[in-house]
């Protein structure tokens, strides 16, 4: 069965300082790999999304991720945190065909002034 | 624009009270889900429905029903069975079965 871990439940950081929230997944199959963020009260918004070819990807807000197979790691970083950033993040993988997303457990995202 | 609305954004109902959540998209997918949310314990996948008629149990679908009588929409009804239903409900949608899901505002619920 698939999982997702994300490994801390929060993540202080000063502003404009970089940052990096980490994903693992296990899987026996391809997958495909999504961060989505969360404000307070609100819907998820996709940040990106990995398919398939660079393992790179860039997202919205000058967020990226890269891929790594060999250990299955999927992590998220910013060069350069804003106060703005504050949210909750949520790392997530789909590899079969049943519709269905693994959810990570999220990662607060603290920014601190 | 296109999107998904969920209504209403919080909802206050007494305890043994059946209770529905709506869930519009007008982005003709033809997948929508709907998850419960808890601090702490990320999202949790209670129905989806692939078509139109048809729907699916997730892992906590005890104390729920949900219908897919529209391409367009999805309600859930949180039912007196449900033991714990004080939540925060997100409803979503999605074209395919491996791509990005799109998520409604959220309703959050309150049994008191």
């Known amino acids: 069965a698939q999982s997702v871990t994300q490994l801390d439940s929060q993540v202080p950081v000063f502003e404009e300082a970089p940052v990096e929230l980490r994903c693992n997944y296990s899987?026996?199959?391809?997958?495909?790999l999504f961060w989505y963020v969360q404000y307070p009260n609100q819907g998820l918004q996709l940040l990106l999304k990995?398919?398939?070819?660079s393992t790179l990807v860039k997202g919205i807000n000058g967020f990226e991720a890269e891929f790594n197979k060999s250990q299955t790691s999927f992590h998220l970083r910013k060069p350069s945190v804003h106060i703005s950033d504050t949210a909750e993040y949520f790392c997530?993988?789909?590899?079969?065909?049943?519709?269905?997303?693994?959810w990570g457990a999220g990662t607060k995202l603290i920014i601190k002034p | 624009d296109g999107g998904i609305t969920q209504s209403p954004k919080y909802l206050f109902r007494k305890e043994g009270q059946n209770v529905t959540l709506s869930c519009e998209q007008n982005?003709?997918?033809?997948?929508m889900y709907w998850y419960r949310q808890d601090p702490g314990q990320g999202l949790r996948l209670i129905y989806y429905?692939?078509?139109?008629?048809?729907?699916q149990k997730g892992d906590i679908a005890e104390g729920y029903s949900v219908s897919r009588e529209k391409k367009e929409s999805f309600p859930l009804t949180v039912t007196s069975a449900q033991k714990n239903p004080t939540a925060f409900y997100l409803c979503?949608?999605?074209?395919?079965?491996?791509?990005?899901?799109?998520f409604g505002p959220g309703t959050r619920l309150t049994v008191l």
């Open positions: 979503a949608s999605s074209l395919e079965d491996v791509d990005e899901q799109f």
């Open positions: 982005l003709n997918h033809d997948a």
């Open positions: 429905s692939q078509i139109v008629n048809d729907f």
């Open positions: 899987s026996s199959v391809s997958v495909y």
């Open positions: 990995y398919l398939s070819g």
């Open positions: 997530a993988v789909s590899g079969g065909s049943n519709y269905q997303l693994i």
